[in-house]
Each structure stands twice: as structure tokens, then as C-alpha cells.
């Protein structure tokens, strides 16, 4: 460019008289400023300031409108030199009314010298609500250099460079002033940083007026943003105005360095997008900030992949619950909320699933995990809005209930959870059956820390579980006493295998036909060193939760062989078999087959000999079931399902597992009218069982009138207090000896 303008002044200044030495002296420099404009962006500002000092010492005003014809050589070049410029250059007389518009003002501007002559000239460098406060600036003649925001004839706004010259003439008066100026750098680089995927702004804080890039068009959707500020501060996300305007306040103020903030914009289709806008604001010698300059920056798809992280960081991957962290914090709100707000209460339920570990060793991992998606799934449905499901870790779960009254709320959300937990699965072709046991505990003074309350929750849902599982209790400060206890449990639990402090009793099973026993059960106990005679409801669900149930049932199959085998040697038990339990981990132990063969062999017994009591609950893991169950029949082995009735399976299975027989669970029996509090179903079950040519054993049999009832609606045996209770081996031997046979009224001896 300088070239170009050197040969220009060569031309011109040449045409005619020279200049007058100091014309020469100013136009030199003026060249010589050109020569390192191109590498100096402060020297193209120099070029400004001597063009203004060149307008000021020209002897009249009028000679940049004299017709050509009338003017000199010089004044000539001076009309070239104010039409070629490269920047813009406007001259307004006393009453700021447009005399002159050079080529570069229309490129700027987009107004032509002829639309602006005579005219207003800040008509054509601002809106109106700004063109006031712009008249008292252009009165005042500051020369110095400033930085401005103008408006284009479009509307838009540009952030210029510029200087104002005073013009007086010959006398010295006052005649008018030169407006000179050049666009900012944030218009040169704005395609730059638009390359760059960010969008430009310029804020004129004296004017009011906000210059955009064209990115930022595409930042809002592709509406035309405004050049107020208004076209970026309003579409700001309500809950970030107060946080932007904090940042924005404290940086204009000198307090931040820079303006740095993360804000949701509004798109023209009502969506958000993240944006992040870093400024930098200038000041004038007193430190007052002028204008602010910076980007915005997308920052839509990092804050999506922060909030995904934080999301996955506080929720489990497999159930997308909240986790145990997360869980942990809302109980720690609900503290600080039941401070602030005198009477709210609050709940935890700690859920455990029942015999989980089971399925998952049984069925595979992959069972187990659609077990536990669709068991909260169920137990979403329990749940009030406000209240919260949360995965604790493996197979436990927590809940918060929000706002609870009394203990009875708390207790109507568990009823529900049993109610629908009561059901089987469907999973991969598998009918599972799988219950929870659960611990509540409610806010108090007492607790100050939310690890308190899940402590307690947790221990009354293990209080639960030693009650029998499928149910739930709530927490009272008597159980924190026992918690030691339940670990005293499972120690002494193990030191009673090696101690040999379990003992075995024995239940007859008779042929109601012929009134004579046809089997013997074998019962467990455990016979503590301090407590006495422990019966099994109180230690085998802990022992079964605990894995220990596997040794201990090894135990019982040695003992109660090896013990019948003894009667058998006497002449005591001919013709009899030795029912024995098989809980459903045993069941699922690889090696069950071979272990039972090693059993007979050293007990002198065969597989006939032996019938096997499982419980429905074992039939839950179907395949696996199904496989070893084929292989015990494979070997002789028979088979009973016993404590039919308590919900877990049907009369189905019978005949889908092959099984020989099938024992009425004995709470069929209690209560109600003398035959039991269900007689239509217990002849139902019989004659289904009769149908498919099962036999059927009553359990629970207590009064003549249930054993005439039993026998007359064609069920085979039974067992039952009426007989004789569990008794011990020598008892045992003893009853043997006489051989009973029990009719309707009492037992006969021979």
C-alpha cells in the first residue's frame, strides 16, 4: 500500500509549484510513517495523526470543495491525497454539517459523499438514541486518540480507531473538524477467530454499543444479534445472569484481570447452548474502562461430557441409580433440612436381596445383573415423588423417604415393596423367585451423621434376615446391642463345627394307612455351650446368608448316615428311609454327587436309602436345578419337595424336576377349624399330586381329627406331634424298639 501512496504524492506534489517547506516536511513524514505501517500497527495510527496535523494547517477548509479548475498544484494533491487515503476521512464545518466524505469513509460507512453532504454527520456514525451524547464528544475537539463504536448504514455496529482534528481558518477561528479513523483489529481478525470456531465481541461500555462477529450468529441459531449488549446479556440462562454480571462488575472494577465466565445462551429455537467469554477491558488514563474486548467460545459438548462424568461418577453404571456417594450426600441435605425445619422426618430403608448371591452363582452373573435392574425397576413403583432408590453396592440397596411422619409410613413404602417383590422374575427363560429383607430407621436428635442412620437401617435389615428373610423391622436401640452379637454368632457358628456342638434329632414319618414309620428326618440343633439348645430358626437363615450352611449340611449328611446305619445294624430301621435337607447352596455345589456317594460308601448305605428334602426356594434357579437334580435321580436318590405352600412354586414342578414326592408345609395345618386353616387346598394339592401319581406327606399333624381328614382325602403319610416329636437318637432307639403303630386315637405298641 505505502508504494503506491509514495508514487501518488510523487504525482501529485510534482504536477505543479512545489509546497511550501513545511507542507514538504509533514507529507515526508506522512510518507515515511507508510513505509513501516505495513509491519507497525502504531505507525498506521501515526499516519492519522500527522493527516490530521496536514488537514489543520491547510490555509481553508474550502479548498477540499473548490472545483479542480480553481485549485493550485498543491492544493490539488491535497484533494488526491484526502479522496485516495486509506482510511476514512470526514470534514464537517462549525455546525458539524458533512462538507466532505472521502472513498474510504463510503467503504467503512456505506453512505456516499453525495447522500451525506450538508447533512448531519452524526446521522451517519450512530442510532439515534446515541447521537447526543456523540455531538457533545465531536464539540468538544478532543484530539487525542480513542477507540469508538460507530453504526454503519446497515445498522451494524464497527469498532473504529479514530481522531478528531480541529480546522480553523486563516484568522484562526474555529472552521470546522476532520473525523479520521480506521476500523479496529477486531474486525481485521474476526474471520480469524471465527476460523478458529469462536466469535468476536466489542463493547463500547461510554456509547452502549456491542459489535459482533458473524459467529456469533451461529452461536444464537442465525437471528441477527443486535448491537446492543442487550443482544447478548438477555438471551443469558436466568440462573447465569446474576453469576455473569458478578464477573463482569468485579472485572470492570480493576478486581479480576479479566473477564472469564461460563453462561447458557438462548437459541433462536428456545434451546441453550454453553458458551465461554474471556475479555479484557481498555481504559482511559483515569482507569475507566472504555471498551471490552474478547470471544465467546462453544463450550456446549465439554460441559455435556463434564456433566456425563459427574453423572457416571455419582451413579451406578449397571441400574443408573444414584450410588453410594451420591445416596450419601441427599441424606446428609435431608439433615441439614430437618435442622432447618422444625418437625421433618425423614426415613432409610436398607434393601437386601434375598439369596442373590445364589442366582448369581447358579444362573451366571449376567442373570443376576437383570435380576437386580428389574428388582429396582419393581421397586421404583413403591415409591413417592421426592423419595429416592439408590444402589448401596452389590445386591443392597438403599432408600430415602422424604418427609415421613410416623414409623407406619415408612412401613406402608415396605408392605408395598414385599407385595411386589412377592412375584416371580421372568429372566432369560428362568422363573425366578427372589424376596428382600429390610431395615428401616427414622431421623432423630439422636443422629448427627447420615453414616449413623444407614448403620442402624443396615442392622435392622440383618435382624430381618436372622428372622426368616421377607420381612422388615424397624430399628430400636436394643438391636445396636445385638449388632456384636450377630458377630458372635457367626464366630461361635464356626467353632461348633469344630467343637462338634450341633446334635441331631429325629421326626418319624408314618404311613397314615397303616399307621407304622416308614422314614426318619433328621432335624439339626445346635447345642450352645451357654445359651442351650439353639432351635434353627435361629441360626440357620445366618448360616445360610453367611455360606456356612455348606459345612454345616456336609455335617448333617455324615452324622444322620453314619447314626442310621447304627439303628439299621440293631434291626431298628428296616425298610425305612433317612430323609435328610438339602439346602439350595448345597444344591448348587459342583460336587454335591460326589459327596453324597462318599457319604453312603462309608456309611454302608445305598442312594435308596436315602430320600432328599429340598425346598421350593432351590427350584428358583431352574437350569441349574434341573441339571443336578437329574443327576441325583440318575443315581437312585429320591426326591421331596418339601414345605410345599409357602409361595415360591408349583404343582408344575413336580413333574418338571422329576421329583417323588411333595411334603405340605405344616402351616397349612395351624389355626382355623380343626382340619387346618386351608382344607380345600390341602385336598386340592392332594389330588393334583395323586393325578401326576406323586405321593404326598402332611407336615404338622398335631390332633386325631387332622389325621382322620388326611386320610380320608387320600394323602400317604404323614408326621406331626400327634405322632411324637423330634427326639433324640437313644429316644429314638428306645421308640424303635416298641414298634408303634399310631391309629386315629392313640399309638399301639408291640
Same mark, same amino acid.
Given at each position: 500500500?505505502?508504494?503506491?501512496?509514495?508514487?501518488?504524492?510523487?504525482?501529485?506534489?510534482?504536477?505543479?509549484?512545489?509546497?511550501?517547506?513545511?507542507?514538504?516536511?509533514?507529507?515526508?513524514?506522512?510518507?515515511? &510513517?507508510?513505509?513501516?505501517?505495513?509491519?507497525?500497527?502504531?505507525?498506521?495510527?501515526?499516519?492519522?495523526?500527522?493527516?490530521?496535523?496536514?488537514?489543520?494547517?491547510?490555509?481553508?477548509?474550502?479548498?477540499?470543495?473548490?472545483?479542480?479548475?480553481?485549485?493550485?498544484?498543491?492544493?490539488?494533491?491535497?484533494?488526491?491525497?484526502?479522496?485516495?487515503?486509506?482510511?476514512?476521512?470526514?470534514?464537517?464545518?462549525?455546525?458539524?454539517?458533512?462538507?466532505?466524505?472521502?472513498?474510504?469513509?463510503?467503504?467503512?460507512?456505506?453512505?456516499?459523499?453525495?447522500?451525506?453532504?450538508?447533512?448531519?454527520?452524526?446521522?451517519?456514525?450512530?442510532?439515534?438514541?446515541?447521537?447526543?451524547?456523540?455531538?457533545?464528544?465531536?464539540?468538544?475537539? &478532543?484530539?487525542?486518540?480513542?477507540?469508538?463504536?460507530?453504526?454503519?448504514?446497515?445498522?451494524?455496529?464497527?469498532?473504529?480507531?479514530?481522531?478528531?482534528?480541529?480546522?480553523?481558518?486563516?484568522?484562526?477561528?474555529?472552521?470546522?473538524?476532520?473525523?479520521?479513523? &480506521?476500523?479496529?483489529?477486531?474486525?481485521?481478525?474476526?474471520?480469524?477467530?471465527? *476460523?478458529?470456531?469462536? *466469535?468476536?465481541?466489542?463493547?463500547?461500555?461510554?456509547?452502549?454499543?456491542?459489535?459482533?462477529?458473524?459467529?456469533?450468529?451461529?452461536?444464537?441459531?442465525?437471528?441477527?444479534?443486535?448491537?446492543?449488549?442487550?443482544?447478548?446479556?438477555?438471551?443469558?440462562?436466568?440462573?447465569? #445472569?446474576?453469576?455473569?454480571?458478578?464477573?463482569?462488575?468485579?472485572?470492570?472494577?480493576?478486581?479480576?484481570?479479566?473477564?472469564?465466565?461460563?453462561?447458557?445462551?438462548?437459541?433462536?429455537?428456545?434451546?441453550?447452548?454453553?458458551?465461554?467469554?474471556?475479555?479484557?477491558?481498555?481504559?482511559?488514563?483515569?482507569?475507566?474502562?472504555?471498551?471490552?474486548?474478547?470471544?465467546?467460545?462453544?463450550?456446549?459438548?465439554?460441559?455435556?461430557?463434564?456433566?456425563?462424568?459427574?453423572?457416571?461418577?455419582?451413579?451406578?453404571?449397571?441400574?443408573?441409580?444414584?450410588?453410594?456417594?451420591?445416596?450419601?450426600?441427599?441424606?446428609? #441435605?435431608?439433615?441439614? #433440612?430437618?435442622?432447618?425445619?422444625?418437625?421433618?422426618?425423614?426415613?432409610?430403608?436398607?434393601?437386601?436381596?434375598?439369596?442373590?448371591?445364589?442366582?448369581?452363582?447358579?444362573?451366571?452373573?449376567? +442373570?443376576?445383573?437383570?435380576?437386580?435392574?428389574?428388582?429396582?425397576?419393581?421397586?421404583?413403583?413403591?415409591?413417592?415423588?421426592?423419595?429416592?432408590?439408590?444402589?448401596?453396592?452389590?445386591?443392597?440397596?438403599?432408600?430415602?423417604?422424604?418427609?415421613?411422619?410416623?414409623?407406619?409410613?415408612?412401613?406402608?413404602?415396605?408392605?408395598?415393596?414385599?407385595?411386589?417383590?412377592?412375584?416371580?422374575?421372568?429372566?432369560?427363560?428362568?422363573?425366578?423367585?427372589?424376596?428382600?429383607? +429390610?431395615?428401616?430407621? @427414622?431421623?432423630?436428635?439422636?443422629?448427627?451423621?447420615?453414616?449413623?442412620?444407614?448403620?442402624?437401617?443396615?442392622?435392622?435389615?440383618?435382624?430381618?434376615? *436372622?428372622?426368616?428373610?421377607?420381612?422388615?423391622?424397624?430399628?430400636?436401640?436394643?438391636?445396636?446391642?445385638? &449388632?456384636?452379637?450377630?458377630?458372635?454368632?457367626?464366630?461361635?457358628?464356626?467353632?461348633?463345627?469344630?467343637?462338634?456342638?450341633?446334635?441331631?434329632?429325629?421326626?418319624?414319618?408314618?404311613?397314615?394307612?397303616?399307621?407304622?414309620?416308614?422314614?426318619?428326618?433328621?432335624?439339626?440343633?445346635?447345642?450352645?455351650?451357654?445359651?442351650?439348645?439353639?432351635?434353627?430358626?435361629?441360626?440357620?437363615?445366618?448360616?445360610?446368608?453367611?455360606?456356612?450352611?455348606?459345612? +454345616?449340611?456336609?455335617?448333617?449328611?455324615?452324622?444322620?448316615?453314619?447314626?442310621?446305619?447304627? @439303628?439299621?445294624?440293631?434291626?431298628?430301621?428296616?425298610?425305612?428311609?433317612?430323609?435328610?435337607?438339602?439346602?439350595?447352596?448345597? @444344591?448348587?455345589?459342583?460336587?454335591?454327587?460326589?459327596?453324597?456317594?462318599?457319604?453312603?460308601?462309608?456309611?454302608?448305605? *445305598?442312594?435308596?436309602?436315602?430320600?432328599?428334602?429340598?425346598?421350593?426356594?432351590?427350584?428358583?434357579?431352574?437350569?441349574?436345578?434341573?441339571?443336578? @437334580?437329574?443327576?441325583?435321580?440318575?443315581?437312585?436318590?429320591?426326591?421331596?419337595?418339601?414345605?410345599?405352600?409357602?409361595?415360591?412354586?408349583?404343582?408344575?414342578?413336580?413333574?418338571?424336576?422329576?421329583?417323588?414326592?411333595?411334603?405340605?408345609?405344616?402351616?397349612?395345618?395351624?389355626?382355623?377349624?380343626?382340619?387346618?386353616?386351608?382344607?380345600?387346598?390341602?385336598?386340592?394339592?392332594?389330588?393334583?399330586?395323586?393325578?401326576?401319581?406323586?405321593?404326598?406327606?402332611?407336615?404338622?399333624?398335631?390332633?386325631?381329627?387332622?389325621?382322620?381328614?388326611?386320610?380320608?382325602?387320600?394323602?400317604?403319610?404323614?408326621?406331626?406331634?400327634?405322632?411324637?416329636?423330634?427326639?433324640?437318637?437313644?429316644?429314638?432307639?428306645?421308640?424303635?424298639?416298641?414298634?408303634?403303630?399310631?391309629?386315629?386315637?392313640?399309638?399301639?405298641?408291640?
Amino acid at each position: 500500500m505505502h508504494p503506491r501512496l509514495r508514487r501518488q504524492l510523487d504525482r501529485h506534489l510534482g504536477a505543479g509549484e512545489p509546497p511550501p517547506g513545511r507542507i514538504r516536511n509533514l507529507l515526508g513524514e506522512i510518507d515515511a &510513517e507508510y513505509a513501516r505501517a505495513d509491519r507497525d500497527g502504531a505507525s498506521l495510527r501515526r499516519v492519522l495523526e500527522l493527516a490530521s496535523d496536514l488537514l489543520q494547517r491547510n490555509d481553508e477548509l474550502a479548498l477540499l470543495e473548490r472545483p479542480a479548475r480553481r485549485k493550485g498544484p498543491i492544493t490539488r494533491a491535497l484533494h488526491r491525497l484526502f479522496n485516495q487515503a486509506p482510511f476514512a476521512a470526514i470534514c464537517c464545518d462549525a455546525d458539524l454539517r458533512v462538507i466532505a466524505w472521502n472513498p474510504s469513509a463510503q467503504r467503512v460507512l456505506g453512505w456516499a459523499s453525495g447522500e451525506t453532504r450538508g447533512r448531519d454527520v452524526t446521522e451517519f456514525l450512530a442510532a439515534e438514541p446515541e447521537r447526543a451524547a456523540l455531538r457533545v464528544l465531536l464539540a468538544s475537539a &478532543e484530539t487525542g486518540r480513542s477507540t469508538r463504536s460507530l453504526t454503519n448504514r446497515d445498522g451494524r455496529a464497527i469498532s473504529c480507531h479514530w481522531q478528531i482534528a480541529p480546522l480553523r481558518s486563516r484568522a484562526g477561528a474555529p472552521a470546522g473538524l476532520a473525523l479520521l479513523f &480506521e476500523e479496529a483489529a477486531p474486525d481485521r481478525f474476526a474471520s480469524a477467530v471465527d *476460523a478458529a470456531g469462536d *466469535a468476536a465481541f466489542e463493547w463500547d461500555m461510554p456509547g452502549g454499543r456491542l459489535w459482533v462477529s458473524d459467529r456469533f450468529r451461529d452461536l444464537i441459531g442465525g437471528e441477527a444479534p443486535g448491537s446492543t449488549p442487550a443482544a447478548w446479556l438477555d438471551r443469558v440462562h436466568p440462573d447465569d #445472569r446474576e453469576p455473569l454480571q458478578t464477573a463482569l462488575d468485579a472485572h470492570l472494577a480493576g478486581q479480576a484481570q479479566r473477564l472469564d465466565n461460563e453462561h447458557r445462551l438462548r437459541q433462536s429455537d428456545g434451546s441453550w447452548r454453553w458458551v465461554l467469554v474471556r475479555g479484557q477491558a481498555q481504559r482511559d488514563p483515569q482507569g475507566r474502562a472504555m471498551r471490552v474486548g474478547g470471544v465467546f467460545a462453544d463450550i456446549t459438548e465439554q460441559r455435556q461430557q463434564q456433566e456425563r462424568m459427574l453423572h457416571d461418577a455419582l451413579h451406578d453404571p449397571l441400574t443408573k441409580l444414584p450410588n453410594r456417594s451420591l445416596f450419601h450426600d441427599l441424606v446428609k #441435605r435431608s439433615f441439614a #433440612r430437618s435442622r432447618r425445619r422444625e418437625g421433618y422426618r425423614f426415613a432409610v430403608l436398607f434393601v437386601d436381596l434375598d439369596r442373590f448371591k445364589a442366582v448369581n452363582d447358579g444362573l451366571g452373573h449376567q +442373570i443376576g445383573d437383570e435380576l437386580l435392574i428389574q428388582m429396582c425397576q419393581r421397586l421404583q413403583t413403591c415409591l413417592r415423588e421426592g423419595d429416592t432408590l439408590a444402589r448401596h453396592g452389590g445386591d443392597e440397596l438403599t432408600i430415602l423417604l422424604d418427609d415421613v411422619k410416623t414409623p407406619k409410613d415408612a412401613a406402608v413404602v415396605a408392605d408395598r415393596i414385599h407385595q411386589v417383590t412377592s412375584e416371580a422374575f421372568e429372566i432369560g427363560g428362568h422363573q425366578i423367585f427372589c424376596t428382600v429383607s +429390610i431395615g428401616i430407621a @427414622l431421623s432423630s436428635a439422636a443422629y448427627q451423621k447420615p453414616e449413623e442412620l444407614l448403620r442402624d437401617a443396615d442392622t435392622a435389615m440383618y435382624r430381618a434376615k *436372622a428372622q426368616g428373610r421377607a420381612r422388615s423391622v424397624v430399628f430400636d436401640a436394643a438391636m445396636r446391642e445385638r &449388632e456384636p452379637e450377630l458377630m458372635q454368632l457367626e464366630s461361635d457358628l464356626r467353632r461348633a463345627l469344630l467343637r462338634e456342638e450341633f446334635r441331631l434329632l429325629y421326626l418319624p414319618i408314618v404311613e397314615v394307612e397303616t399307621g407304622r414309620i416308614e422314614g426318619l428326618e433328621a432335624l439339626l440343633r445346635w447345642a450352645h455351650p451357654e445359651r442351650g439348645l439353639v432351635p434353627p430358626d435361629e441360626f440357620l437363615p445366618f448360616a445360610e446368608e453367611t455360606g456356612l450352611i455348606v459345612p +454345616i449340611g456336609q455335617w448333617v449328611l455324615g452324622t444322620a448316615s453314619r447314626e442310621f446305619q447304627s @439303628l439299621r445294624h440293631a434291626g431298628r430301621a428296616e425298610g425305612m428311609s433317612l430323609n435328610v435337607n438339602l439346602s439350595s447352596k448345597q @444344591l448348587l455345589q459342583s460336587d454335591l454327587v460326589q459327596q453324597l456317594e462318599e457319604v453312603l460308601r462309608e456309611a454302608h448305605l *445305598a442312594p435308596q436309602d436315602m430320600v432328599l428334602e429340598i425346598t421350593e426356594t432351590a427350584f428358583q434357579h431352574s437350569e441349574q436345578a434341573a441339571q443336578r @437334580l437329574g443327576q441325583l435321580k440318575a443315581r437312585g436318590f429320591r426326591l421331596y419337595m418339601d414345605d410345599f405352600g409357602t409361595g415360591y412354586s408349583s404343582l408344575n414342578s413336580l413333574y418338571r424336576f422329576q421329583l417323588d414326592s411333595l411334603k405340605i408345609d405344616r402351616s397349612l395345618f395351624r389355626g382355623g377349624s380343626p382340619k387346618g386353616q386351608a382344607p380345600e387346598l390341602v385336598k386340592t394339592i392332594v389330588a393334583f399330586a395323586k393325578d401326576l401319581g406323586k405321593q404326598v406327606v402332611a407336615e404338622g399333624v398335631e390332633t386325631a381329627e387332622q389325621l382322620r381328614f388326611i386320610k380320608e382325602i387320600g394323602c400317604g403319610s404323614a408326621q406331626g406331634y400327634f405322632f411324637t416329636p423330634p427326639i433324640d437318637r437313644l429316644a429314638l432307639r428306645a421308640l424303635l424298639e416298641t414298634a408303634p403303630v399310631w391309629k386315629e386315637e392313640t399309638p399301639q405298641t408291640h
